[in-house]
């Protein structure tokens, strides 16, 4: 097995595809933190330790009643510049009469003249005095591990000294952009959904043929791998493999004409299906049925395509995802009674998470259509949401629960406390997910020998 080959797709694919759904969580967050005043101290691409800054956002800070913008390319602005400190600054006067920064010094109390003045000389604008406000601007950075993103909001738990602080805004305002990271998973995968339904799946399916057994009647008949069955004695498959090995378990010793697609032609060839020696009493393949001898692969049937209207496809979408939520209500019960086992509803990590995308992108490139790396992405989107928004510590939603109980109560849990809490629940989930990680590798949802492609 090719693990070179393996490792490429996979982190390919959990770049090119789980990347940018992780992104787009980012940028709910991101999105909803400036339009409610939230202090966004850092967006960046991939995830820490940081490679470097690509850009530091328009940023401003007051000395009294007059606002200096900060360029956004402006380097070394110092850490100490915090209001109550006292400066002196450097500014060009633009034509629609703002302030922009070209040199900045911080001043001590003690040894420098500390009184405010605003004096020109030489075209250039001196101000100096006490620094009443900062906005430093949002850094955009790029980072070593490039999967997805973050986003840095000032006062995130308990900073309630800075108005522009998270901890700071209303209770509505906090759920509105902790929620969103989610929301905008699951308008997402919504999306993709309506795609899949608009760019066409097939209603039947056929067989494509990845191996050939040597002896066998497959080889007699001069069938090869890659070629597409499409009908048996002029019966079109429309169900995949299953339709295929029920009709030959059913005729041992029987002459069938298959009807196969080879290098874009049609043709047909003649096949005497063998008894199989089988195990007596195996349900799956009874001793004495019909035996080709191929490893098969589901595969499309292009000739039955079907794109959907746009209202049909958003009907569609909704539909299945009320499938979806209720197959994951009912999962309880089901467990309970043993019709699904626990390995069928196992956790998967981002590695899993890898594997499956990386399957269905796979399929999407050898099948030549965009549905199945559409659907995966969506279930992935969705998942995402859907976790995102569960009440456990550290989780979105687990800090919305946190709002919540403090509308209830009338009053804000301790910050101490919850940070706590979240710490104590983050701790749990990293442990957790290094074992699930840990698991996927070791017994994965798709064995690694299907993705050596």
């Known amino acids: 097995m090719d693990w070179i080959n393996i490792v490429f797709w996979v982190a390919g694919t959990l770049v090119a595809v789980l990347g940018p759904l992780i992104l787009l969580h980012e940028l709910g967050h991101f999105i909803t933190a400036k339009l409610t005043g939230v202090r966004v101290e850092e967006f960046g691409f991939g995830f820490p330790p940081r490679m470097l800054e690509l850009w530091h956002g ?113 209770k509505l305002q906090r759920i509105l952009v902790i929620g969103a990271g989610a929301a905008l998973n699951i308008i997402a995968a919504l999306v993709l959904m309506v795609s899949v339904y608009l760019t066409g799946i097939p209603e039947r399916w056929v067989v494509q043929i990845y191996g050939i057994a040597p002896g066998t009647a497959a ?59 089988c195990v007596e009493g195996d349900e799956i393949c009874p001793a004495g049925t019909g035996f080709l001898g191929i490893t098969m692969n589901l595969w499309p049937d292009r000739t039955s395509m079907r794109r959907m209207s746009f209202p049909e496809a958003v009907q569609a979408t909704f539909d299945e995802v009320g499938r979806i939520v209720q197959a994951l209500a ?80 009338g009053r804000r849990i301790s910050p101490e406390r919850e940070a706590v809490i979240h710490f104590v629940g983050l701790v749990i989930m990293v442990s957790l997910m290094l074992l699930v990680i840990f698991y996927d590798i070791f017994n994965p949802i798709i064995s690694w020998s299907v993705l050596n492609r």
């Open 219 to 277: 080889e007699e008949a001069g069938l090869q791998p890659g070629d597409v069955i499409l009908a048996i004695d002029a019966e079109r498959l429309e169900e995949g493999p299953e339709h295929l090995q029920r009709i030959i378990q059913a005729v041992p010793e029987q002459t069938v004409q298959l009807t196969i697609l080879r290098d874009g032609q049609e043709m047909t060839l003649a096949a005497t299906p063998t008894p199989r020696e």
């Open 330 to 409: 009912s999962l309880p019960s089901q467990l309970a009674q043993g019709t699904v086992t626990a390995e069928d509803v196992r956790p998967v990590s981002v590695v899993g998470a890898g594997q499956l995308l990386t399957f269905f992108l796979q399929q999407s490139i050898a099948w030549g259509m965009a549905f199945p790396v559409l659907r995966g992405a969506a279930l992935i989107s969705l998942a995402l949401g859907m976790t995102n928004l569960l009440p456990i510590p550290a989780l979105d939603g687990g800090r919305i629960l946190f709002i919540l109980i403090e509308a209830v109560r």
């Open 58 to 170: 328009m940023g401003y800070f007051d000395i009294g009643s007059t606002r200096i913008a900060i360029p956004r390319r402006f380097k070394g602005l110092p850490a100490q510049l915090l209001a109550g400190a006292h400066a002196e600054a450097a500014v060009q006067q633009q034509a629609d009469g703002t302030y922009v920064l070209q040199k900045l010094v911080l001043l001590d109390e003690e040894r420098d003249d500390t009184a405010p003045k605003i004096e020109k000389e030489n075209g250039a604008t001196c101000i100096r005095g006490e620094v009443t406000e900062v906005e430093r601007g949002t850094i955009y950075s790029l980072n070593w591990l490039p999967m997805g993103a973050f986003v840095r909001m000032t006062g995130e738990e308990s900073d309630f000294s800075d108005p522009h602080s998270l901890a700071t805004k209303s």
